[in-house]
């Protein structure tokens, strides 16, 4: 149980730190003991999860029990599918409480009151919902987690946007939670008990007595976890929501919030709820779903101007990508064990490393707005001058976002590619269903290199160019700033150089997740630290990646190239930039990130009747007017149709009975004796005439 | 695994594919002028232009590191893709450590060297040439992914090596002809010839991406465009269409000399008969070859 109590180490230092920071209104020293806390915590939690994670073990305890209220118990949990995002919490929670310490001085009229606890509670109950395997108590984690990043949302409460966008998250949000707990009422009514393993007992006996129950179950689970995701559309909320927090706290929502919803898709659909023939299906719509996602989202992303909304649309592409890979993965699982598992590693892994880039790049764009209080690309330059690290880790990131090699966005995606394109050889399933996987992995690939030009006028137009005079006074990104971007950038690369080593834990958190007979690592990942060849089936290796050996090649050109160049030695000048032979001012001249790929966002941009579609996506949603008919809203209108005309009877026929006996003293002695006679004669009656 | 080989048919991809590559440009600046009816520069000028412009002045018009170093990446990104064609015999030497989608990577990372290097310069013209080149390529990609897609589903793997045995021994089936067509018609968009030589336009925007290179780097990037040519056309002689291939692998040099000389004279017919596209006709007659190239792995679903 030693595992256990460094948990509730973590736990109580993050509550600590929620307390504390309650009361602390000077921002650094606020700042420094959140991050000196979350660092603890951090510490806490690494070395126990990746202990779990390594050697697959599971640690279960019972805190306490409701059980003579309701079959329910605090079950403390923790598998190696929560020990990987334990893992990814840790990591995040440090880089973003270590980076608000000074970030947070840009919002210089904002108390930090308004931001570190609630920083902290997202934390807790993040640490929460991938520890708790109870349903019950995962819902009360579930909302702690929406309710606390609600709040981030509206830290800046002058803006206009920010209220908006967190209203359009917390009705999304809780609309999904609605569905959540639809699902698991129903669920409860049939298992009496809302532990994760009584339930998945309960289900497996449901799929096969009451299919349509169960199915409508699965529809409930996936609309709610999917629209916490950000799958489109039902993540339409997502780009205006997650630009409005300061850039840390958008950098745990992109790099962990939006994941532990693909850890809850990932939890239901396999641990909770069994794969079995019936819920097969689920796979191709969840696989149907990412893709829409990816292209929309990507696209979309494409024609966005401002860094975090751009940020944001990736979040939803990205999201696909795991969607896409854990989609295969559920529809092969049973049909071939080796596609199965390498589809699942590949969507998982994805969110490993999504988690890590997304963060990073949400840390630059963070850094941007430190140095020029402004994150649109229209309006920034020539960064890279005055935060040379910046610049490289946001290079560094976009590459890894972008999936090119030697980074760890690469392998991930390479998995989920080839998975997704192996279904082809699977004959024994429908055609039409391997041509829609297919489609899929191809339209992946595309968006592959969108996501590439996306970024890649990101970091052209933030960091390239020519810097504007006056910026170049100002002070430098403080080292607490620099440090959360330099390690997840070195973990970007060193992921991407080793697959191994992630690839083995991944795979330990799928064996964790799926609870039934996997394929060996060492069968499906044939390899050595250098690299893993890809099988799909017993002993057919289908593709490879070997980054280490690949890199020697690229090693020893560069050596020659650039001792060639030495030999060489050419004369070095430093000159002014050509403008075209006329004196302009740079400034007059500037490619702005606006007119990037001009010509194909033409291409995507298109009108259906009045409302306008830039990058396939909606810019104005005509608002929604119902107009239920007349009678339909009487029905509603309880006080016009009941208590009205109730109350008014009522009151008419209170005054009739008061003009009866009013005002005049006779009427009161007619009363007493037609009062006494009647009682004479009831008690004469009662007697029966025996008096 | 034969490490013999691996070293060998390296060295043989790398001296085609990079040495050579300047006599190539130099072949395509004799055949074009001939057909404009000059008398055309000798065949070794592309040489003598990479040699000089190597110990000529290198002008920084910026401090920024990524300016000084992305040149050479282009240079060894496009040797690193060579290495994964095969030209001794039917396997590459990369074969065992890299398959299809690396290969689309690395031909990635060949613009995004060039596009970083531009958009590093400051220069607006450098900015249009950089945004249209990453246009291009995004258009361009999907076409050679789904033909490498369609042999991945025919041959059952995803290396290179396995494909182009598998088209060897098995022949021409619809799908992989329906590919190679397809290939050959975006070839001129992935070598960046007339008429898709929209990121460079000279007399549009100056040569775009190159406009503030000067000396080394100029050369390194003028190199890296000449062996990208020499490259994409070792995909189609090479992958697209293996045969014949002998067990003597000098032989199979000079059978792949023989086969890229044709190509690149095809090419250079193009280049020389054609004026330039817009950027925005390019992306539409990309686009609607990928969509129409996606044909063919539906033909290779069915097994045809």
């Known amino acids: ?691 | 695994m034969n490490f013999g080989f691996i070293i060998y048919s390296s060295i043989v991809n790398l001296f085609i594919v990079l040495i050579l590559s300047p006599f190539f440009d130099g072949f395509t600046r004799k055949v074009r002028a001939l057909i404009h009816g000059r008398v055309g520069p000798p065949p070794l000028q592309s040489y003598y232009d990479i040699i000089k412009l190597m110990g000529k002045e290198d002008l920084k018009s910026t401090i920024n590191p990524l300016f000084r170093l992305s040149p050479y990446l282009s240079v060894v990104s496009v040797g690193m893709a060579s290495l994964l064609i095969p030209i001794t015999d039917l396997i590459p030497p990369l074969n065992f450590w890299g398959d299809i989608f690396l290969f689309i990577y690395i031909i990635t990372v060949v613009g995004i060297a060039i596009i970083i290097t531009a958009s590093a310069s400051e220069n607006p013209f450098a900015y249009i040439g950089a945004s249209r080149k990453m246009m291009l390529h995004l258009s361009v990609e999907p076409i050679l992914a789904i033909a490498l897609i369609t042999g991945a589903i025919n041959a059952g793997s995803f290396r290179i090596g396995d494909i182009v045995s598998w088209y060897y021994t098995n022949g021409p089936n619809v799908s992989m002809l329906l590919a190679t067509v397809c290939v050959f018609l975006s070839l001129q968009a992935l070598i960046g010839k007339i008429p898709f030589d929209i990121s460079e336009a000279e007399q549009e925007i100056a040569e775009g991406v190159l406009i503030e290179l000067s000396g080394p780097k100029y050369a390194c990037v003028k190199w890296s465009n000449m062996s990208r040519q020499v490259l994409f056309c070792l995909v189609f002689t090479q992958i697209f269409c293996p045969w014949p291939i002998t067990t003597n692998f000098l032989l199979n040099i000079v059978i792949t000399l023989f086969k890229l000389t044709v190509i690149i004279f095809i090419s250079t017919l193009i280049e020389a008969l054609n004026p330039r596209l817009r950027i925005d006709q390019a992306l539409k007659y990309n686009l609607t070859l990928a969509l129409f190239s996606l044909t063919s792995i539906f033909l290779a679903l069915l097994g045809v």
């Open chain 1, 1 to 691: 149980m030693e595992h256990l109590s460094y948990i509730y180490a973590s736990f109580v230092a993050l509550i600590v730190s929620t307390v504390c920071t309650c009361f602390i209104k000077n921002k650094s020293v606020a700042g420094f003991s959140a991050s000196i806390l979350s660092l603890s915590s951090s510490i806490c939690l690494f070395y126990p999860a990746i202990d779990i994670v390594i050697g697959n073990k599971l640690v279960e305890q019972t805190i306490f029990s409701l059980k003579p209220l309701i079959n329910s118990s605090f079950l403390l949990s923790i598998d190696s599918l929560s020990a990987l995002f334990l893992l990814i919490i840790s990591l995040i929670s440090f880089c973003v409480s270590l980076f608000s310490w000074k970030y947070l001085n840009a919002y210089e009229s904002h108390s930090p009151i308004k931001f570190y606890p609630f920083l902290m509670l997202l934390f807790i109950s993040s640490i929460g919902v991938v520890c708790i395997k109870d349903i019950l108590f995962f819902i009360v984690f579930w909302e702690l987690m929406t309710l606390s990043s609600w709040f981030l949302i509206v830290f800046d409460r002058e803006k206009k946007s920010a209220l908006k966008g967190g209203l359009q998250y917390f009705i999304a949000t809780h609309v999904a939670t609605a569905f959540l707990i639809l699902a698991s009422v129903i669920l409860y009514s049939y298992s009496n008990d809302f532990s994760f393993t009584e339930i998945k007992k309960g289900f497996s006996l449901l799929i096969n007595t009451q299919p349509a129950l169960a199915q409508f179950i699965l529809f409930c689970i996936f609309i709610a976890f999917i629209t916490k995701a950000g799958v489109l559309p039902f993540g339409f909320w997502l780009p205006n929501a997650y630009p409005q927090p300061p850039s840390s706290a958008s950098s745990f929502f992109g790099g962990v919030m939006s994941k532990l919803a693909v850890y809850a898709i990932l939890r239901f659909f396999y641990s909770v709820t069994p794969i079995t023939l019936n819920s097969q299906i689920w796979g191709l719509i969840v696989a149907v779903a990412g893709t829409i996602s990816i292209f929309v989202g990507t696209i979309a992303a494409l024609t966005q101007d401002e860094t975090k909304r751009l940020m944001s649309f990736h979040a939803i592409g990205q999201v696909g990508y795991m969607l896409l890979g854990i989609g295969v993965g559920i529809y092969f699982i049973n049909i071939n064990p080796f596609l199965g598992t390498v589809a699942m590693v590949g969507g998982l892994f994805h969110v490993l490393n999504n988690s890590i880039y997304k963060s990073l790049l949400f840390l630059n764009a963070g850094s941007i707005f430190y140095k020029t209080k402004t994150t649109d690309l229209n309006k920034v330059e020539g960064l890279i001058k005055v935060m040379p690290l910046a610049g490289i880790t946001a290079l560094i990131g976009s590459l890894s976002i972008a999936g090119v090699p030697p980074f760890n966005g690469f392998v991930s995606k390479l998995l989920i590619f080839e998975s997704s394109i192996w279904s082809a050889k699977q004959s024994e399933v429908f055609l039409l269903i391997r041509i829609v996987f297919i489609i899929s992995g191809i339209i992946s690939i595309f968006i592959s290199a969108v996501t590439l030009a996306s970024f890649l006028k990101f970091v052209n137009s933030a960091f390239m160019g020519k810097l504007p005079d006056m910026l170049e006074q100002k002070r430098k990104l403080p080292w607490s700033m620099n440090v959360p971007q330099l390690m997840l950038a070195f973990i970007c690369l060193f992921t991407g150089l080793f697959p191994l080593i992630p690839l083995n834990i991944v795979y330990n958190a799928v064996v964790a997740s799926t609870g039934i007979s996997l394929p060996e690592f060492s069968s499906v990942f044939t390899g050595n630290i250098a690299g893993a060849d890809i099988n799909f089936c017993k002993d057919c290796l289908a593709g490879s990646w070997f980054p280490i050996f690949v890199m020697i090649p690229i090693l020893i050109l560069c050596v020659i190239i650039f001792s060639f160049e030495k030999y060489a030695q050419a004369p070095k000048r430093e000159v002014q930039t050509w403008y075209g032979g006329k004196e302009h001012l740079a400034e007059e001249v500037t490619y702005r990130g606006h007119s990037f790929y001009q010509p194909f966002k033409d291409m995507v941009s298109f009108r259906i009747g009045k409302i306008q579609f830039k990058g396939f996506y909606p810019v104005n949603l005509p608002p929604i007017r119902f107009s239920l008919p007349k009678c339909f809203l009487k029905i509603f209108n309880m006080d016009e149709w009941l208590y009205y005309p109730c109350a008014k009877q009522f009151s008419k026929l209170a005054e009739k009975l008061n003009t009866i006996y009013k005002y005049i003293t006779e009427k009161y002695i007619i009363w007493l004796i037609a009062g006494s006679i009647f009682v004479i004669v009831l008690m004469v009656y009662l007697a029966g005439g025996r008096i």
